[in-house]
């Protein structure tokens, strides 16, 4: 077999690997359901951390489109239609086994994967969507007002809320709603709803500290 295909052969079945048995399972394992040495694999691979972040490659930034945060700053269609255009993508790209639990074992062993991830969901969706609603709402502005972290935690609990889906389904496995793409527009329907009640109020609380 070529290098290159072993190293093909390495990833794929790393992802599943990881996915089933958490980042807990040894290489030496992962060598035997490879059916190859087990110092093939750090021929191809240093370390253990490298084929994990080799894995963050392939299973997360692989499956983040270029097109999400550019979509939710294009002002030529509502906000609620953004998102909902968003999510839809979302679901259709991350609702999948080996995404969704190697996600929870990284959050578990602190192996950077969540939290990587979770800022590139903040730098360019939660906080980028935060500004787009002030502008819909025609509330003041981030220079005339700095984005609070009460703004952020409304589009995190939306955002939560869709995620928690795949968790039911891949991590608890109970059931999910047969039809995903209504329970979205649901979700962000009444996030909508509430968010256009509630954030002009919310502009005009401060804590102690001045923040919102």
Known sequence: MRAADR???????????????GFEGQTRELAKRVGVAHSVIYRHFPSKEALIERVYQEVYLSRWSQDWAPLIRDRSQPLQARLT???????????EYNWVRIFIFSGMKSFGITGRYLDLVRREIIEPAAIELRHELQLPDTQAQPLGSREAEMFWGLHGRIFYLAIRKFIYETPV????EQTVRDAILLFMDGARLALPRLLQERDPRGAL
Do not use: C, G
């Open 177 to 180: 709603p047969a039809d995903l």
């Open 85 to 95: 255009s968003f999510y839809l993508d979302y679901v259709a790209r991350v609702f």
């Open 7 to 21: 190293e093909r052969l390495i990833v794929d079945e790393a992802i599943r690997f990881f996915a089933e048995r």
